[in-house]
């Protein structure tokens, strides 16, 4: 199964550095996503104009954003779970994946070696990266059961405090921690492909 065989990608609009205030719109900058965002956010970190509305586009409750631009592969392609109780302005320098799956697996699935080996092949190389929407739709992507979704996701966010919480252990406990949460990431989000 791939990204476009499950969803949608709707690219953001523009919006610039000028239009962000102090209270407006709430907005994701593709900046934002690998600089300041986790997993998923139910709060933006920004806001622009509320004159721009009719000329930018949201993300609905339960999609995932993903930054289309970086300044290295791995930054390029990096997805935020937006699980707000509304919706959010997205900059166009993003796509919006819309599908029925938990957006906080989709998020996860987009973190792994297997996904981010993969992307490689199709992020543009010029000295900024990106990424394309037919790229992006091409991405393979495993397909459990919304329940099995869930299930992973209920146990990688039970791991992903564990290992974020820095008050539970030294930094080396802290470390073999992460790379055990690393290793169930991959182990639970590989899935036999489809015949």
Not at 18 to 34: L, N, R
Request: aromatic share 10%.
């Amino acid at each position: 199964m791939t990204m476009g065989e499950v969803g949608t990608f709707i690219r953001g609009r523009r919006f610039v550095k000028a239009d962000v205030i102090d209270s407006g719109i709430p907005s994701i900058h593709y900046g934002e996503i690998y600089t300041r965002y986790g997993v998923s956010a139910d709060t933006a970190i920004t806001q622009v104009r509320s004159d721009l509305r009719e000329r930018l586009r949201f993300a609905e409750p339960g999609d995932v954003v993903i930054a289309a631009v970086g300044e290295t592969v791995l930054d390029v392609g990096k997805a935020l779970a937006w699980l707000g109780d509304h919706r959010v302005a997205v900059h166009d320098d993003c796509f919006i994946f819309r599908s029925p799956m938990n957006p906080k697996f989709v998020t996860y699935y987009m973190q792994t070696k297997e996904f981010n080996d993969a992307k490689v092949s199709i992020v543009s190389r010029a000295k900024v990266k990106r990424l394309s929407s037919d790229g992006l739709g091409r991405m393979p992507i495993p397909l459990p059961t919304r329940r099995e979704q869930d299930r992973v996701v209920d146990m990688l966010d039970a791991f992903h405090e564990l290992v974020s919480d820095l008050s539970t252990g030294l930094p080396g406990e802290l470390a073999a921690r992460r790379k055990q949460y690393e290793y169930y990431r991959d182990r639970l989000l590989t899935f036999p492909v489809a015949s």
